[in-house]
């Protein structure tokens, strides 16, 4: 957290000869545009609250553009409102509403272009194409925004935070709901999304690709069209998360594809249709993760390899593991299970008998989704239990060896 | 006339219930999951009790019922009374048996749910029964068809389902699933409580289906709706056996 | 009062009743008789509706019984066995008959006192002896003062007290001008009843004389003899 507190201190320190100028319907400046035209870098915009068509509203210099009471800047549905191309830029507590929508530019609420250290922060975005967009900028931040669009389609509407092609980010404390996807990544590196909310977006709540080395943290991401997906990324560390309420046959309270190194740890994912579902992901270690109430708890693919979990809980989900082939490369160890019915006869709370988290019933609905109608049949548990019994249709070797017979946690 | 039933089995049943839904409720540290077991309860024993409790009623009470009949009644008077009495005590049995507990530990929309969905089923399997036994003479026969026909419902339909689904993997079946579940009243209730208790898996492509149709007003009217006609059209049908029957 | 009219049943391939025509009138007391399965308890049940004749008809007061049940309010039956729930008490099945046909005010309760039923009636049904159940079907099929008595099999498993006293209330009822049908293996026992005899065999109605005829066709005087030479013939 550090940088985020010494950029402002490194700006008031040089900015000693700095100026302060005003603007609003009672000062000198009448309009926004006019003042930046004005400034020096270095300088300090405040701005009274009002409302303001500035048009496209572009920064080509080092200033602090502060609103006072939430000044509102009216992109008119047809422009794109800020654009920021200078360094060491701030925007601090403005209403940004009705930007253009283009299928041709990404036509944004706030865009960074190529710069360094900007910070976006106390804004509330409304009705905007794409919301706070940074492309190829390096160790900016972004915090406390509030981002709503209301768009039904998913072409309607652009990403919530969008980043591409960026270093260094910090996203923080954001709210989103509304985009078609909450936050987006593509080819980001070394950069932490922490405590941001994104919920009811059209698409994905966290859209990840091509981004190594990132890490998130204390997010929440609940009801979006598909769920959270981090996709084609290396080193991914994914700590204390929320993931809820995703539901849908594509939607998943993540999907991990063509993942290596990851780690997931301290997560929570309650009632999604599947809280995990991985494909060609490898080397992701899992633990401490809380599974409650899901579909199913992990939706593991074949193609999937040293995948370890260890100390998660599995709680109340309809199916803890799926999966579409018998060769198992992944490791389950010490976790517990509600539904393991194991005992543990030398008291050293491991339950004495392995467990099978896959159940013949979540095969036969992997390949005929309608079976599902005769869930909890008494046929069902009938082949469940023989199939407990006598393995033939389950992957031999998918199962936790050491089981807990109390939570992990 | 209805309260014939003061009997040691519909008291010995409502205990079983009782002690069993509390020892679920009890043992399992998650409510949700005593649900599930009383769920298989539900499914499993309310039908079989009740089918198999009014048979053998009805064959025992015989000469009653010629009794009565020689008595100025109507037959159709007799024998709704006769359903109604059944049914009733069967209902009382697995209220205070399955209901109160469910209503103490999950007095949730599922525990609603759960407690409706078996009063149903007792009411059907009690009409099913007299169909049974009307269309029987022979005791031994009438309790054999009663088991085959709960047997049926539980356990065979199903497995017949799963073998059409088998069959027809390669067509869309899922519409045809819901018309198929209106053929069986335990398939019919069971989707009912599924559609509270595992809705994040039923949110999947298939589920949605079966949610959009079943998790909706008119879905569930068709659903309790269909449970009605199961009552209602054993009885009716038993009814105008029973008048033109020689007894 | 009661005319049946070619009346015929057929359960599968037994011919229960097989062209039966014949009339009863109150004040007398008739005997069905007949070897097992001749189609007696048939009749009975048909006359009281519980089995629908195939083809015939009866009529009672002139009116054809089928699809009506308002005429049993004019009959008392008493069933071979009777079996009631086991855990009603005398009392209640009383209450319930009572409640049942309730039209009738006037109750007869002689038979309930003459059976000493009253000091039974906390007994659960299940606790009483097959006698007792017996002696309560007789109550009953007393009890409303009935225009008709149809006993199936009265005096079986009555003790002889019982069946004594049975007896009496009988002639007295057919004293009274009411129309009673008994069917009967121990014919000693109707000799001082009945007026009139029907004997069937085989669903077919043999023949249906008052006593004196057949005590003159026969040359014998007690019923029992007289039927086996009947028989015998």
Not at chain 1, 324 to 341: A, I, R
Not at chain 2, 76 to 85: A, E, R, Y
Not at chain 3, 40 to 60: A, H, Q, R, Y
């Amino acid at each position: 957290m550090k940088p985020c507190f010494f950029i402002p201190a490194l700006l008031f320190y040089t900015g000693v000869f700095a100026k302060t100028i005003h603007v609003g319907a009672n000062q000198l400046y009448k309009n926004i545009t006019s003042a930046v035209a004005d400034a020096a870098a270095g300088d300090t915009l405040l701005v009274d609250a009002g409302h303001y068509r500035e048009k496209n509203l572009i920064i080509k210099k080092s200033i602090v553009l502060r609103g006072l009471n939430y000044p509102v800047l009216d992109g008119e549905n047809k422009y794109e409102i800020i654009s920021v191309m200078a360094n060491g830029v701030i925007i601090d507590g403005f209403r940004v509403v009705h930007s253009g929508i283009s299928s041709l530019e990404d036509l944004s609420g706030i865009k960074i272009y190529d710069c360094k250290n900007v910070i976006v922060k106390n804004n509330l975005l409304e009705d905007t194409f794409f919301g706070i967009y940074s492309q190829n900028s390096t160790n900016c931040t972004i915090e406390n925004n509030g981002l709503t669009a209301t768009s039904k389609e998913e072409q309607q509407s652009g990403n919530g935070i969008h980043c591409w092609k960026s270093d260094s980010l910090r996203i923080l404390g954001n709210k989103i709901t509304g985009h078609r996807d909450g936050i987006y990544f593509e080819f980001v590196k070394n950069s932490i999304i922490w405590r941001n909310t994104s919920t009811k977006n059209i698409r994905y709540g966290l859209h990840f690709m091509f981004s190594n080395d990132d890490m998130y943290v204390s997010n929440v991401f609940s009801n979006n069209g598909s769920g959270v997906s981090v996709m084609f990324s290396n080193r991914i560390k994914m700590f204390s998360n929320y993931f809820e309420e995703n539901w849908g046959d594509a939607s998943h309270g993540i999907l991990l594809k063509e993942i290596s190194d990851g780690y997931m740890q301290g997560n929570y994912f309650a009632r999604n249709t599947s809280a995990i579902y991985m494909e060609g992901a490898n080397r992701i270690f899992m633990a401490y993760n809380t599974f409650a109430n899901n579909g199913w708890a992990l939706k593991i693919q074949a193609s999937c390899m040293d995948v370890v979990l260890e100390h998660n809980n599995f709680t109340g989900n309809t199916f803890d593991v799926g999966t579409n082939g018998s060769l198992v490369q992944n490791t389950f160890n010490h976790n517990y299970w509600d539904k393991y019915e194991g005992y543990d006869l030398n008291k050293d709370k491991i339950g004495d008998v392995p467990y099978r988290p896959v159940s013949m019933y979540s095969m036969i609905v992997e390949k005929y989704p309608p079976a599902m109608i005769l869930f909890r049949s008494f046929i069902t548990s009938l082949l469940d239990k023989t199939e407990k019994i006598l393995p033939s249709l389950t992957p031999e070797n998918l199962k936790d060896n050491a089981p807990l017979m109390k939570k992990a946690f | 006339m209805t309260d014939i039933l003061r009997n040691r089995i519909v008291l010995v049943y409502t205990l079983f219930l009782l002690a069993a839904s509390l020892s679920v409720f009890s043992l399992e540290d998650n409510s949700s999951k005593g649900l599930l077991s009383l769920l298989n309860i539900i499914l499993i024993v309310v039908p079989l009790v009740s089918i198999i409790f009014s048979t053998i009623y009805v064959y025992n009470s015989a000469e009653f019922i010629e009794l009565l009949v020689s008595q100025p009644l109507k037959r159709k008077t007799i024998w709704l009374s006769l359903f109604t009495g059944l049914s009733a005590s069967l209902l009382v049995a697995f209220f205070i048996g399955a209901g109160i507990p469910v209503l103490i530990y999950q007095a949730t929309m599922i525990g609603f749910t759960m407690i409706a969905v078996g009063s149903l089923l007792s009411i059907i399997f009690v009409a099913i029964a007299m169909l049974a036994t009307v269309k029987t003479r022979d005791k031994a026969k009438g309790i054999g068809a009663a088991i085959m026909l709960w047997l049926y419902f539980s356990l065979l339909f199903d497995g017949l389902v799963l073998f059409l689904l088998f069959q027809f993997a390669d067509y869309p079946m899922e519409k045809p699933m819901i018309a198929i579940s209106a053929l069986n009243p335990i398939d019919l209730s069971r989707i009912l409580i599924l559609l509270q208790l595992d809705v994040s898996a039923m949110m999947g492509y298939t589920g949605a289906v079966f949610k959009d149709f079943f998790g909706t007003y008119t879905g569930i009217g068709f659903s309790f709706a269909t449970l009605i006609l199961w009552i209602a059209l054993p009885v009716w049908y038993s009814t105008r056996k029973f008048n033109t029957k020689d007894l | 009062m009661i005319i049946a009219s070619n009346v015929s049943k057929q359960f599968g391939k037994l011919k229960a009743l097989d062209d039966v025509s014949t009339t009863c009138n109150k004040g007398e007391c008739i005997a069905l008789i007949g070897p097992n399965g001749s189609g007696k308890t048939t009749f009975i049940k048909s006359i009281l509706g519980m089995v629908v004749p195939d083809s015939g008809f009866i009529t009672f007061k002139d009116k054809n019984i089928l699809h009506h049940w308002k005429y049993r309010e004019q009959i008392g039956y008493m069933p071979q066995i009777g079996r009631y729930p086991d855990n009603m008490t005398i009392g209640q099945v009383l209450d319930m008959m009572k409640d049942i046909r309730s039209e009738n005010p006037a109750l007869d309760e002689d038979l309930i006192k003459a059976f000493s039923l009253n000091n039974l009636l906390n007994k659960r049904m299940r606790t009483l002896s097959g006698g007792t159940r017996q002696k309560v079907s007789a109550a009953l099929a007393f009890l409303f003062n009935p225009a008709v008595l149809i006993l199936d099999e009265p005096t079986a498993g009555l003790d002889p007290v019982a069946s004594e006293q049975l007896k009496e209330k009988i002639i007295a009822e057919k004293e009274k001008g009411k129309l009673v049908l008994i069917t009967s293996h121990v014919l000693s026992e109707l000799d001082e009843l009945v007026t009139r005899i029907i004997y069937m065999q085989d669903g077919k109605l043999l023949f249906h004389k008052s006593i004196e005829a057949l005590r003159q066709d026969t040359g014998e005087d007690k019923l029992s003899k007289a039927i086996a030479k009947v028989m015998t013939k």
